[in-house]
C-alpha cells in the first residue's frame, strides 16, 4: 500500500512556508504525548501548570518563536519572557543544530562536538535542569527547560539539523562533496543544506525543502493530529528503543540524523559554487522523484522522534 503522495513539479515554485514548520514539530510532540507513563505525564502536567498551555503540541515551537522574537519577528515578538530568554541566552539560535560531517561514526570525534552551543548540549542540559530539584535563577525554569527539550528532539531528528555537506571548492564551478569525514576538517560546508539552491526563490533552498515542504507533502494538509496518527498507524510501531544512558541519547540521535542526511544528498546533482558576501552559494540540480523519494525518509524520522521523545520524557528522574 502507499502511504504518500507526490505534489506536482513542487520543486520547480517556491514552496509557501506559512506553518509548515511547525507541523513537524507538533506532530512529533503528539506521537510523544500518546506513549506517556503515566508517571512522566503526571510530572509533565505539573511543569505546563506554570504556563498557559495545555499540552506538548501547544510547546512544541516556542524555542522557534523565542528564536523569531529576537529578530522581531513572530507570536513573542513583544513577549516579556521571550524577550529575557533571549537577553539571558543570546546564543539560543545555535542550539537547534549541529554540523556534523555525513556519515560520521562517533559524535565526541567531531570538532563539532567541542561546541556548548549545539542541538546535542542543548537537550542534555535541559533534561539537567528538569533533574535538578532547585534550578539557579540565571538557569532555564523547568517549564523552559521542557519546551526546549520537546523542540530539540524534533530538530535533532530532522537530518539536515545534524548532518552537512562539506566540500572541496578547489574549483568552484565542480563542486566535489566529500564523503570521508576525516577529510572535512576546516572545509566550507552548506550548513544542513541552508546553502544548497535549487531555484532563485528565497525558500528555495535544501533545507526548508526538509524542513516544511516534505513534511507537508506526506498528507497534504498542515493538521498535525492528521499527520501523527497516520504515522501512528504506518511507522511508529517499528521504532524501537535507544540503548544506553539516556543521559547519551542526543549524541546517538545525532549520529542516526548525520547519517540519514546522506540521503538529502544522494539525488541531486552539485552544478557550481560561489560566495554572496560571506556565504557560500551552491546551485543543485534536483532528480525528478527527490520528493517522492525522501517525503518517506521524513516520514520515519517523525515517527522517531516521538517515540524517542516519549520514550526520554519516561525515563528521566523528574525533580
Not at 549541529?98 to 561514526?105: A, C, D, H, K, S
Not at 531528528?157 to 564523503?179: A, I, N
Not at 552544478?271 to 520515519?300: K, M, T
Amino acid at each position: 500500500m502507499n502511504y504518500f503522495f507526490l505534489p506536482l513539479l513542487p520543486f520547480l515554485f517556491p514552496i509557501p512556508l506559512h506553518a509548515w514548520s511547525s507541523l513537524g514539530h507538533s506532530t512529533i510532540a503528539a506521537i510523544a504525548e500518546h506513549q506517556l507513563s503515566s508517571s512522566a505525564r503526571s510530572q509533565i502536567t505539573a511543569v505546563l501548570s506554570q504556563g498557559r498551555d495545555p499540552d506538548l503540541p501547544a510547546i512544541a515551537n516556542w524555542a522557534d518563536d523565542v528564536r523569531a522574537a529576537a529578530a522581531g519577528r513572530g507570536p513573542l515578538s513583544d513577549d516579556p519572557e521571550a524577550r529575557d530568554f533571549n537577553d539571558q541566552f543570546p546564543t539560543n539560535a545555535l542550539w537547534h543544530f549541529v554540523n556534523l560531517p555525513l556519515g560520521i561514526e562517533n559524535y565526541r570525534l567531531s570538532s563539532a562536538s567541542h561546541s556548548p552551543n549545539n542541538v546535542v548540549h542543548a537537550i542534555q542540559h535541559c533534561i539537567a535542569v528538569l533533574e535538578t530539584v532547585d534550578n539557579h535563577r540565571a538557569d532555564f525554569t523547568k517549564l523552559q527547560a521542557l519546551r526546549l527539550l520537546v523542540h530539540f528532539v524534533g530538530d535533532i531528528h530532522q537530518p539536515l539539523h545534524c548532518g552537512t555537506g562539506f566540500y572541496d571548492l578547489s574549483d568552484p564551478s565542480h563542486p566535489v562533496l566529500l564523503t570521508d569525514p576525516s577529510r572535512c576538517g576546516d572545509k566550507p560546508n552548506d550548513r544542513g543544506g541552508n546553502d544548497l539552491w535549487y531555484g532563485s526563490e528565497p525558500n528555495q533552498e535544501l533545507h526548508a525543502l526538509w524542513d516544511d515542504a516534505l513534511v507537508y507533502a506526506i498528507n497534504q494538509s498542515p493538521d498535525y493530529e492528521l499527520l501523527a496518527r497516520r504515522l501512528e498507524t504506518t511507522l511508529v510501531h517499528s521504532i524501537g528503543s535507544t540503548s544506553g544512558d539516556y543521559h547519551n541519547w542526543p549524541e546517538q540521535w545525532a549520529v542516526d540524523s548525520a547519517h540519514v542526511a546522506q540521503n538529502a544528498y544522494r539525488s541531486l546533482t552539485l552544478e557550481s559554487a560561489s560566495l554572496e558576501g560571506q556565504r557560500l552559494r551552491i546551485s543543485i540540480r534536483l532528480a525528478p522523484d527527490y520528493l517522492e523519494v525522501n517525503q518517506r525518509i521524513v516520514a520515519e524520522q517523525l515517527a522517531k522522534g516521538g517515540v524517542h521523545l516519549a520514550q526520554l520524557l519516561n525515563v528521566i528522574k523528574w525533580r
